[in-house]
């Protein structure tokens, strides 16, 4: 209901009249120019296919993506042995002794083989590359001007478009990935009859031959499996329709002369998962030819308008887009003060990017999302569980668009078998665990180096993504399907525990705090310990949720009973050291690089809730301490990763300096691993180089700033900033327990709000300072 019955109409009126605001606005990226590079093309996808247009006016180069296409193969990689070296290595941690037991862990606790470095691990590929040259007829010695160059991406209609004129002619071009039939499409036209002349050809680096068979293009080949060569299969078919003029075929190339439109079709897919991958995609292709254009296209934004128009967000007064985005970046970093909409912008192009990258019964988006343009992207453009793959995942939920979740549960599903191998090989213990890389083939052995790979992690770091799904749906059906997945996580923490002598603590041993390291009292470094913080927070709260889990579902008493007193032995969300400051191991060490991108020992801040404001003062103040000493610059997640942390700790200043310093143009495609993150034209986040989880780490730090809900109320506007305080609004955002919100607000202070659930609930919030409690309205 709206606040209290006292004061219901007047809320009621004020709530309609705001309403009526919240149609969604205009929302695009636009350029007046053609892409130079690669981080200035539009990305299209549509959760398995992807296509980035570059909109050149002689020749456009189009790269193609399938989210599945994968090299390597499911290997084991398990050091059977492992585990006999496990006392002593524990031994040496006990005994301060962590660099022998770092250079025993290299010699005996890395997986086996070439581990991420390997073939056999494999790497997400690109596709290839479609290129279409143009031939205007012109004479040799006549140097064409092309007038009003205008290139689009929709983030209402999942389309992207490119037009001009030469002469009296103008040209137009759309691009899509369709929602409805699985295939993409291109539509080429020309205002007046017969003025298109192009060539048609595709290709990729290697592993490929291209043939024409029945006047389609057919790129087909079998990517490296790191056993025998005989990896996965892929096939790509290119078919056109045209408009009056003529269609050849040439070397392996689509001739069109004298056109005046033309659809050019891609359909692609691999063997993942689907042996009679080509029969599906000859269905595809079949039914999207049997309708018009117009047809294929309304059906297309239809079914992507279901979820894009879930949510609608407006902040302050917004002004017409007149500059092409790539300058606006650019004004906006400069001043962000004249243009409140670019961060509404940047945010629903993120919501745009988790629905065109994720599609349930398929995978999770990796570390660039489903878009490269390499055969082997930066770092295998894999999933990284040591914040990468989780961070991509934080914006779903309270962005409506819950079931984008479920790829990532159904990922982790296929982790578990594979899981308690590594469980069992290493720590001789029970459950599953995975540490801090992951494939498409299952891989959770360690990682090939001890600094980074012995994280213990991982697995129970996915089991807070996998709750949040919960926490937000309370779908109990859900809940009954994970729950084997996070009590196996739970099991292998609760057996591998070992105990402190001087604390009486248990922790994991040996593991890492995510690539960080530290200095000993001798004077050397290391990165192997015990009990980490974010371990220490990680069990800490994955045993809680397997405890309310295995209560609402009326099941495991016992093994309820037993983490419970486990937990009584678990180390505290944080301990403060002698400076203030969260300490990041056990020990109170002096890390070796203050300034460094992970900030994992503040795992309790964020994603989970062990850290806050109001119930644990002190630790937020100290989360504050390590945050100033990290500084606010770093690669394009590890800043968002701030920004996250500074909405959660309400400090609305803070939080808007990271969204822009994320939000700072950048054209860096190097191999980053310190300051200097940013945004590409395009708004695609730069590590550098192209990391996606910069996008949606911003994306969910936008929207934990309008509300948050992981203490027992829903609050609004937690962490608004200055400039946003004037007016915005808000339709369609998610609160924990299965809440959908609307509100409004002006000068700082909520004018207007509505909350419904499938069924009349109350709940508490906090609304301008004051905790009340109110009951939800129906759907």
């Known amino acids: 209901m709206f606040q209290n019955k006292t004061i219901c109409g007047l809320v009621l009126a004020i709530f309609l009249l705001v309403n009526s605001a919240f149609a969604q606005n205009k929302l695009r990226l636009w350029y007046n120019q053609p892409a130079q590079k690669w981080e200035e093309t539009l990305a299209l996808g549509n959760g398995r296919l992807g296509m980035m247009p570059d909109g050149g006016v002689h020749q456009e180069k189009i790269v193609l993506n399938d989210i599945t296409l994968w090299s390597g193969a499911p290997q084991d990689a398990n050091n059977y042995e492992a585990n006999k070296s496990l006392p002593q290595i524990r031994k040496l941690i006990l005994e301060g002794k962590n660099e022998e037991a770092q250079e025993l862990v290299n010699r005996d606790f890395i997986c086996k083989g070439q581990g991420s470095g390997g073939t056999n691990y494999g790497c997400f590929q690109v596709l290839g590359e479609l290129l279409i040259d143009f031939d205007y007829k012109l004479a040799d010695n006549v140097r064409p001007f092309f007038g009003n160059y205008h290139r689009e991406l929709s983030l209402n209609n999942a389309l992207a478009s490119t037009s001009y004129k030469l002469k009296d002619v103008t040209y137009k071009r759309e691009y899509l990935t369709s929602f409805d039939d699985d295939v993409s499409i291109i539509r080429l036209t020309a205002d007046q009859k017969g003025q298109l002349n192009c060539k048609i050809s595709i290709s990729r680096p290697e592993r490929s031959a291209t043939t024409v068979v029945d006047q389609e293009l057919h790129m087909s080949g079998q990517l490296d499996n790191g056993i025998d060569g005989k990896g996965m299969r892929y096939l790509t078919r290119v078919k056109t329709i045209l408009e009056g003029g003529t269609l050849t075929t040439e070397n392996n190339n689509l001739v069109i002369k004298n056109a005046t439109s033309v659809l050019i079709y891609i359909a692609a897919g691999t063997d993942f998962k689907n042996p009679a991958f080509k029969t599906k995609m000859s269905r595809d292709l079949s039914t999207a030819l049997k309708k018009s254009y117009a047809v294929e296209k309304q059906n297309h934004i239809r079914n992507y308008q279901k979820l894009f128009n879930r949510l609608s967000l407006n902040i302050g007064t917004e002004k017409p887009d007149e500059v092409p985005t790539d300058q606006r970046l650019e004004s906006f970093h400069k001043d962000p003060k004249a243009d409140s909409g670019f961060p509404v912008l940047f945010y629903q192009f993120g919501r745009y990017l988790s629905i065109c990258s994720t599609r349930v019964g398929l995978l999770p988006p990796n570390l660039q999302g489903l878009w490269a343009n390499q055969v082997h992207t930066p770092w295998n453009g894999d999933y990284h569980l040591d914040v990468n793959i989780q961070m991509n995942q934080w914006p779903v939920e309270v962005s409506n668009l819950s079931e984008l979740n479920l790829p990532l549960a159904e990922l982790v599903r296929g982790m578990v078998k594979p899981g308690e191998r590594t469980a069992k090989a290493y720590y001789n213990a029970e459950g599953w665990i995975a540490h801090v890389i992951t494939n498409v083939w299952g891989f959770t052995e360690p990682g090939e180096s001890a600094s980074w790979g012995a994280s213990n992690a991982g697995s129970g770091w996915l089991c807070n993504n996998l709750w949040d799904h919960y926490a937000f749906s309370l779908d109990k059906n859900y809940l009954k399907s994970i729950y084997p997945i996070l009590k196996g996580s739970a099991q292998f923490y609760s057996s591998a525990l070992i ?41 800490r709260e994955l045993f809680g949720n397997v405890i309310l889990a295995a209560k609402t579902l009326g099941i495991d008493p016992e093994f309820r009973k037993s983490l419970q007193e486990k937990l009584k032995s678990v180390p505290p969300a944080g301990n403060i050291s002698k400076d203030g400051r969260i300490m990041e191991w056990l020990k109170d060490y002096k890390e070796t690089d203050p300034q460094h991108r992970h900030i994992s020992h503040l795992y309790g801040l964020y994603p989970a809730s062990l850290i806050t404001t109001a119930k644990t003062p002190e630790l937020a103040a100290a989360a504050k301490k390590s945050l100033d000493v990290r500084g606010d610059d770093g690669p394009g997640w590890s800043i968002a990763y701030k920004l996250l942390f500074w909405a959660r700790l309400h400090d609305g200043a803070r939080s808007y300096k990271l969204l822009t310093e994320l939000l700072k143009p950048t054209t860096r495609t190097d191999i980053n691993y310190g300051a200097g993150g940013g945004i590409y034209p395009n708004l695609l986040a730069a590590g550098p180089p192209f990391q996606i989880d910069g996008n ?84």
């Open 696 to 779: 949606f780490g911003g994306t969910a730090g936008i929207a934990e700033m309008l509300i948050q809900s992981h203490e027992d109320y829903v609050e609004f506007l937690p962490s608004v900033p200055d400039l946003w305080k004037a007016s915005g609004a808000v339709k369609g955002m998610r609160a924990r327990g299965n809440y959908t919100v609307d509100f409004a607000w002006k000068d700082g202070k909520v004018t207007s709000y509505k909350i419904t659930s499938p069924k009349p609930t109350q709940l508490k919030v906090k609304i301008n300072g004051s905790i009340k409690k109110v009951t939800s309205t129906v759907i």
């Open 499 to 539: 105990k402190d002598p001087e604390t009486g603590w248990l922790v994991t041993a040996p593991s890492v705090s995510p690539e960080n390291s530290f200095y000993l009292p001798n004077g050397k470094t290391a990165s192997i310990s015990m009990g980490p913080t974010i371990d220490n927070q990680i069990v």
